[in-house]
């Protein structure tokens, strides 16, 4: 076997390890439990789910969010669902305005309702612009869910519910939020929509 096929191997193993870890931790999976039942609640009521995160956990924001408005195994009806990580002009006209640190939290503002729930991305735990956003989360009664590395970060101790992929290895904290994402979204799905 060459270089590449053992690299690719070390690597599949590390992801699934993380995911692995994850999987084995109960008090872990009940935290994502009551995600799932905020996030269920947060739709069935007529709320919108919003996403952001910056670089990669921008487009892994923009993908969970597309699972809901789209299709995640099946056909159904749209759910509400937002990536503030997607609007470029609103991206842009923010940050010149007023700051990077506040692309987010202004987006929501303007968009959010107490009851709806803010997922923010962030591998860290500390990037300001996910900070900032869950703050604003917090001052509207929306609720706040952080998906973060093995640290957490300032997120750990500022929002409502906090998913802390076992790493601190950026790629595998990213394979770890979008397999709990997917799965998040599968049962939003199966709950509001079930098959006949």
Do not use: W
Not at 16 to 40: C, G, I, N, T
Not at 161 to 189: F, K, N, W
Request: proline share 4%; hydrophobic share 40%.
């Amino acid at each position: 076997m060459n270089d590449h096929a053992d690299l690719l191997r070390q690597r599949l193993l590390s992801s699934a390890q993380v995911k692995q870890r994850l999987a084995e931790d109960d008090q872990a999976l009940e935290q994502l439990a009551e995600v799932a039942r905020v996030l269920v609640e947060c739709v069935r009521a007529g709320g919108t789910v919003f996403f952001c995160g910056n670089g990669g956990s921008a487009t892994d924001a923009e993908h969970m969010s597309g699972e809901l408005l789209g299709r995640f195994g099946y056909d159904r009806p749209s759910m509400p669902s937002y990536c503030l990580s997607s609007n470029v002009s609103a991206l842009t006209a923010i940050s010149n305005d007023y700051s990077f640190d506040m692309v987010f939290a202004r987006q929501l503002s303007g968009l959010g309702k107490p009851g709806d729930v803010l997922v923010g991305l962030s591998t860290s735990g500390n990037s300001p612009n996910v900070v900032r956003a869950v703050e604003q989360a917090q001052q509207m009664g929306v609720v706040s869910v952080a998906f973060t590395g093995a640290g957490g970060g300032k997120l750990a101790g500022l929002a409502d519910h906090v998913l802390l992929a076992p790493s601190d290895e950026t790629p595998r904290v990213q394979e770890c939020h979008m397999a709990v994402g997917h799965t998040l979204c599968e049962i939003v799905e199966r709950e509001l929509h079930p098959q006949e």
